[in-house]
C-alpha cells in the first residue's frame, strides 16, 4: 500500500532555532499534502494543505510565517519551524491523499521537543 | 464541514466484537464517512470508509443508517492492538480534499 515516510520520528531543538520536517510520499504522487499539530491527549488539528507547485494554504489561526511548508516535487513536502520556541512543541504529522476519494495515508509523526 | 458525535471512551473484551457509534446527524448528500484509528505515538491509520452502503474490508466493516445520519464501525473480533482512539469524519466531495478530525472514541481493549 501507499507509505508516507516522515523524517525526522523525533527531534530536540534550542530555543529559537528552526527545525524541517519532511515528508515523502513512497511509490506513489502526492499533489496534496496536508501537515497536522497534536498536543499530548487532544485530536489532530489541521495547519495547512500544500499543493505541489503553489503556496500552502494555512488554516486560520495558524501563523504562516512560523510554520513554513514547501512541496516542490510531486514526492516531498517540508515544514520547518522558524524561530522555534517550548510552545511549539507537539506531535506533528502529515498526510497524503493516495487516489480521488479513497483514503489517506498519514506519516508516521514528529515530535518536536523545544528546549 | 459537518460534525460528528463519538463517545470519549469505550472498553472491549479481546476476542469480542466491537461496535462503534458515530453520529452525524447534519451530514449532507455529497459527505463521505472515513474512519481512521490512531494508536499510541503514531500517525492515524485508514480503517474504512464509506458512502450510503455497508462496506466491508479485512480491518472491520461498517454499517451505515439508512438516512445516514449515523454509522457503526465494527471490529469483528477484538485484539490488544485494536486499542487506539478511532476517529470518525466526514469529507465532502466538494470540499478541498481537508480531514478535520473530531476528538474521537477511546478503544480499551481487556485481555
Known amino acids: 500500500g501507499a507509505v508516507v515516510s516522515q523524517h525526522p520520528s523525533r527531534v530536540i531543538c534550542k530555543s529559537g532555532t528552526s527545525v524541517k520536517i519532511e515528508c515523502r510520499s513512497l511509490d506513489f504522487q502526492a499533489t496534496t499534502m496536508f501537515w497536522y499539530r497534536q498536543f499530548p491527549k487532544q485530536s489532530l488539528m489541521l495547519m495547512a494543505t500544500s499543493n505541489e507547485g503553489s503556496k500552502a494554504t494555512y488554516e486560520q489561526g495558524v501563523e504562516k510565517d512560523k510554520f513554513l511548508i514547501n512541496h516542490a516535487s510531486l514526492t516531498l513536502s517540508t515544514l520547518t519551524v522558524t524561530s522555534a520556541h517550548p510552545e511549539d512543541s507537539s506531535f506533528y504529522i502529515c498526510?497524503?491523499?493516495?487516489?480521488?476519494?479513497?483514503?489517506?495515508?498519514f506519516g508516521s509523526g514528529t515530535r518536536l521537543t523545544v528546549v | 464541514d459537518a460534525k460528528t458525535t463519538q463517545p470519549n471512551s469505550m472498553e472491549s473484551n479481546e476476542e469480542e466484537p466491537v461496535h462503534l457509534p458515530c453520529n452525524h446527524s447534519?451530514?449532507?448528500?455529497?459527505?463521505?464517512i472515513h474512519w481512521y484509528r490512531q494508536l499510541p505515538s503514531q500517525g492515524p491509520e485508514y480503517v474504512i470508509h464509506g458512502l450510503t452502503s455497508n462496506v466491508n474490508n479485512r480491518m472491520a466493516s461498517l454499517a451505515i443508517a439508512e438516512d445516514r445520519k449515523s454509522s457503526t464501525l465494527i471490529l469483528h473480533r477484538a485484539t490488544l492492538r485494536d486499542a487506539a482512539v478511532y476517529y470518525c469524519?466526514?469529507?465532502?466531495?466538494?470540499?478541498?480534499?481537508?480531514?478535520?478530525f473530531g476528538s474521537g472514541t477511546r478503544l480499551l481493549v481487556r485481555p
Open positions: 469524519i466526514l469529507r465532502d466531495l466538494d470540499s478541498s480534499y481537508k480531514l478535520i
Open positions: 498526510s497524503a491523499r493516495t487516489y480521488p476519494n479513497y483514503g489517506y495515508t
Open positions: 447534519t451530514i449532507s448528500g455529497t459527505d463521505y
